[in-house]
């Protein structure tokens, strides 16, 4: 089944505690991203990769790392989380052919 | 940098009737839009999209309109049902030819009442 998975699902973490998310896609997509929901915000991009060792800021990229070191992994990093990167994150993958963008589940995260 | 605003923020409506979405970008460049559905507890999921070089796109009861001219979209949603329920998302960007920075509007809650 083609999908993307995120994770943790959940995560309760404390300030300044580094995080990883991971996300993993299994349809050879070129592009990848992540993104933050938060209410009355929408979807707010923090990075994308356009394929391996590629990636570029989003418009939120404060605070987050990434790396794209194989073309079907795209983890995101917190180094030192602090109580504002609450929220519900996504990443998503993307054939460059279609544009379409698959999205992973989610994964809520709180920062106490 | 593209900014994409999205209008109503909430919208009930009776069930069989018709549901209208409108978004406005920025970014002369962006020649990709799509719409998204994201139900409670899950990923946004794509519905439908519409590239720069065409004006309408219709599936079933779904339909996208696009004004390149006023850069502005719409996502018309004909006969609604309970299961239409759900937020929707507009976004734009670039095509794969271009750069992928993508931009979404701030959503639409849309409330089919039985």
């Known amino acids: 089944e083609a999908q993307v998975t995120q994770n943790p699902r959940y995560l309760i973490t404390v300030t300044g505690k580094k995080l990883t998310v991971t996300c993993s896609q299994n349809m050879n997509h070129e592009y990848m991203s992540w993104y933050r929901q938060d209410p009355g915000l929408g979807l707010r991009q923090i990075y994308y990769s356009m394929n391996v060792e590629v990636t570029d800021k989003g418009d939120v990229p404060e605070g987050y790392k990434v790396s794209r070191k194989e073309k079907r992994n795209f983890p995101l990093i917190l180094e030192s989380p602090s109580p504002n990167q609450t929220s519900l994150y996504f990443c998503?993958?993307?054939?460059?052919?279609?544009?379409?963008?698959?999205f992973g589940p989610g994964t809520r995260l709180t920062v106490l | 940098g593209e900014n994409v605003e999205q209008h109503p923020s909430t919208l009930s409506v009776q069930e069989g009737d018709s549901a209208v979405i409108k978004c406005t970008y920025s970014d002369s460049a962006s020649n990709y839009f799509p719409w998204y559905k994201q139900e409670l507890g899950k990923g946004p999921q794509l519905i439908i999209d519409i590239r720069s070089n065409v004006g309408e796109k219709k599936d079933q009861r779904i339909a996208v309109t696009l004004n390149k001219t006023a850069k502005h979209f719409s996502l018309h949603i004909t006969e609604t049902q309970p299961e239409d329920s759900a937020v929707y998302f507009c976004?734009?960007?670039?095509?794969?030819?271009?750069?992928?920075?993508?931009?979404f509007g701030t959503g639409t809650k849309l409330q089919v009442i039985p």
């Open positions: 976004a734009a960007h670039g095509d794969s030819g271009g750069y992928q920075k993508v931009t």
């Open positions: 998503a993958s993307s054939s460059t052919v279609t544009d379409t963008q698959y």
